[in-house]
């Protein structure tokens, strides 16, 4: 089965960073499109970073310029830093696996929230 744990979210100032990380067990993370989804009070859950199997990168226009997905094989996570946070930012962040033939799994979501 598998399983992805997010961590680094906390109390982040206006204009400060973060970097969010999602650890995905088994041995299947190499063969996955990683995403990394955010969820802000009353609103619809977004995309705003995607990573493929190739490293090929791809950001929504809100966090374009100020967030970086990246991922790490040999470690099985993916990362998301953050940078000039804002109050829209405020959201829970979740992670997505996406593996070709078996689905998507998602992590249980950490929560970030901008403001002094």
């Known amino acids: 089965q598998v399983q992805l744990v997010e961590s680094g979210g906390g109390l982040v100032q206006p204009g400060g960073s973060a970097r969010l990380s999602c650890a995905v067990s088994?041995?299947?993370?190499?063969?996955?499109?990683m995403e990394w989804y955010r969820q802000a009070p009353g609103k619809e859950r977004e995309s705003v970073a995607v990573?493929?199997?190739?490293?090929?990168?791809s950001y929504s226009d809100s966090v374009k310029g100020r967030f970086a997905i990246s991922r790490d094989n040999a470690k099985n996570t993916v990362y998301l830093q953050m940078n000039s946070l804002k109050s829209e930012d405020t959201a829970v962040y979740y992670c997505k696996a996406r593996i070709i033939g078996m689905g998507d799994y998602w992590g249980q979501g950490t929560q970030v929230t901008v403001s002094s």
């Open positions: 990573c493929t199997t190739d490293g090929s990168t």
């Open positions: 088994g041995s299947i993370f190499r063969f996955a499109h």
